[in-house]
């Protein structure tokens, strides 16, 4: 709900880094690996109990998120970059509520399950429209020039990002934290099943 206000104001700085980058020689597909891989180091201090390591790598796993389709806009956008883009994005999704529940497994074991059904739900939601939609010919520009269509919800990256910032600072609020925004993602995917309806039909 909130990528498209957030890419505009981020938008300059992306692209200033992405020049930079681009002048040193570094592919678009090295950025989105580097920001997996933070992200995974993210989630091995959300494991040691290191919220504020995490917090820092998770934002720098984001930032890097958003610099590999900047990269490619400036130099060698390819098929395979938006593919891996995609799958590590997901992975990564994955590995903050899957760390949480490793952290402590008694108190957030089960709320961290919840909320990785409603990510997994809401990913193939995400993925077969996704598919349809090409197959449809269908174009969007709501999130910018995408290897995938993207269609909006109200649990997106940029919301996903806030949830893992707030569990973050505040740790022992975590399953209170899933539930709420596993409850918003099953929304999102309610609401793209409708909308696949009425298009697909």
Same mark, same amino acid.
């Not at 919220?51 to 900047?70: C, E, K, M, N, Y």
């Not at 130099?75 to 949480?100: H, K």
């Given at each position: 709900m909130i990528d498209g206000w957030g890419r505009k104001r981020l938008e300059p700085l992306l692209s200033m880094l992405a020049r930079r980058l681009v002048e040193a020689g570094v592919s678009p597909d090295t950025v989105t690996m580097a920001g997996f891989l933070i992200g995974l180091m993210g989630g091995v201090a959300v494991i040691a109990g290191?919220?504020?390591?995490?917090?820092?790598?998770?934002?720098?796993?984001?930032?890097?998120?958003?610099?590999?389709?900047?990269? +490619?806009?400036?130099?060698?956008?390819?098929?395979?970059? =938006?593919?891996?883009?995609? %799958? @590590?994005? #997901? /992975? *990564? $999704?994955?590995?903050?509520?899957? +760390?949480?529940?490793?952290?402590?497994?008694?108190?957030? =074991?089960?709320?961290?399950? %919840? @909320?990785? #059904? /409603? *990510? $997994?739900?809401?990913?193939?939601?995400?993925?077969?429209?996704?598919t349809i939609a090409e197959k449809r010919r269908l174009v969007t520009d709501a999130r910018g020039e995408k290897s995938f269509f993207f269609t909006t919800g109200l649990a997106e990256a940029g919301e996903t990002l806030i949830v893992f910032m707030l569990a973050c600072l505040f740790p022992s609020w975590f399953p209170v934290i899933a539930y709420l925004f596993a409850a918003i993602t099953f929304y999102t995917t309610v609401s793209r099943i409708v909308l696949a309806a009425s298009l697909f039909r």
């Open positions: 290191w919220f504020w390591v995490a917090l820092a790598l998770i934002l720098l796993s984001r930032l890097a998120d958003g610099l590999d389709g900047a990269v +490619a806009r400036l130099s060698c956008s390819t098929d395979f970059g =938006g593919y891996l883009d995609i %799958v @590590l994005d #997901f /992975a *990564f $999704y994955g590995v903050i509520p899957l +760390a949480f529940v490793l952290h402590d497994p008694a108190s957030n =074991g089960v709320a961290g399950g %919840v @909320l990785l #059904f /409603a *990510f $997994y739900a809401n990913g193939a939601s995400f993925l077969a429209f996704s």
